[in-house]
């Protein structure tokens, strides 16, 4: 069992950034593949971004490719999702996911575990 517990949201006005973070309980965290996803009001949850097990792979949303980037730091148990040039259409609850695996997964249903959410706002 993973707990991922997430922080870091908030407001900022657009052009901003913010550096979400992900800790994640449990001794097996280097084996997970990790990812962020996003919901907005009246939207279905979307995928922001991915990382596989060792850190060395990454992908993203066209959406997003450029102004965010996802890294993680296994010794400490931690993905974090650094957002620069923020947008008001990027406002969300930012969700983090968590599945064992050493590539990486881009749907909803790939991952086992998930966070309780971030509020992101983006002001215009």
């Known amino acids: 069992q993973v707990q991922l517990v997430e922080s870091g949201g908030g407001l900022v006005q657009a052009g901003g950034s913010l550096r979400l973070s992900c800790a994640a309980s449990?001794?097996?965290?280097?084996?997970?593949?990790m990812g962020w996803f996003r919901q907005a009001p009246g939207k279905e949850r979307e995928f922001v971004a991915t990382i596989n097990n060792s850190g060395r792979n990454t992908d993203y949303a066209e959406s997003v490719k450029g102004r965010f980037t996802i890294s993680r730091d296994n010794a400490k148990n931690t993905v974090y999702m650094q957002m620069n040039s923020l947008r008001p259409e990027d406002t969300a609850v930012y969700y983090c996911?968590?599945?064992?695996?050493?590539?990486?997964?881009?749907?909803?249903?790939?991952?086992?575990?998930w966070g309780q959410g971030t509020q992101v706002t983006v002001s215009s």
């Open positions: 449990g001794r097996t965290f280097s084996s997970y593949a």
């Open positions: 996911a968590a599945r064992a695996g050493g590539v990486l997964y881009y749907t909803r249903d790939s991952y086992y575990y």
